[in-house]
């Protein structure tokens, strides 16, 4: 079974571009979370999805930031316009219902200059 | 609040040495769940177990064991004769009935294992 896929796996961006992440949960999936790793806060949720409805999105840093789920297994985070200190690796997580164990995809490493 | 403490943050060991990673945690809800995450040098976080507050066995899965002690709110990780793919950073997480699933992790704790 395919786990969860995220793309790109890389991207360099200069500041004030728009950078769009994608995240593919796994099938049969209800949950969605984003979750973001950098050294100086660790691993932090941003986001999270329950059956494509936003649930808490308390951890959004600032309103550049915005995620969507238009449908099951599909997401995205948007991140307009993009600043240096948005480079991190940004992590989608899926699970089959809330308070379930949440699988990881292998992360957007993500360097904005 | 909730809130996860791993105190060691960095874990050196020659292989086949057994090694104890400690995890307290901190919650006010009576129905949680902990988890343990690895994270090797490739990046991906790979789970590798999730306990409720209602269970309190001890767990073994080959080389790794879960110690769950509610009296001490730790959960701590225990991997036997240890081998250099052990090597990565392992996190632990909790997450509160409560709070929808949310996991706060703790700060990690990177293990090298020396041949």
């Known amino acids: 079974d395919a786990g969860v896929i995220q793309s790109p796996r890389h991207e360099v961006t200069e500041m004030g571009q728009e950078v769009t992440l994608r995240c593919k949960p796994i099938s049969g999936h209800n949950s969605l979370f984003w979750y973001r790793q950098t050294m100086m806060r660790g691993l932090e949720l941003l986001i999270y999805f329950n059956n494509n409805v936003p649930i808490d999105d308390s951890g959004m840093p600032e309103d550049r930031f915005s995620a969507k789920m238009p449908n099951a297994s599909f997401s995205t985070l948007k991140i307009q316009p993009s600043e240096p200190r948005d480079s991190a690796v940004y992590f989608c997580?899926?699970?089959?219902?809330?308070?379930?164990?949440?699988?990881f995809g292998p992360g957007t490493r993500l360097l904005v200059l | 609040a909730q809130k996860v403490t791993q105190a060691q943050t960095e874990i050196s060991v020659v292989e086949k040495e057994d090694v104890t990673l400690d995890c307290v945690y901190e919650t006010r809800d009576t129905t949680y769940y902990l988890f343990w995450y690895k994270q090797p040098p490739s990046g991906e976080l790979v789970f590798l177990i999730r306990?409720?507050?209602?269970?309190?066995q001890n767990e073994i899965s080959g080389r790794y064991s879960w110690n769950f002690q509610k009296s001490t709110s730790s959960f701590n990780f225990t991997i036997t004769a240890s081998q250099v793919v052990d090597s990565a950073v392992y996190f632990c997480a909790l997450s509160e009935n409560n709070q929808g699933g949310k996991l706060i992790f703790g700060q990690g704790t990177e293990l090298s294992v020396k041949p």
């Open positions: 306990r409720n507050s209602f269970d309190e």
């Open positions: 997580a899926s699970s089959l219902m809330l308070a379930e164990t949440q699988y």
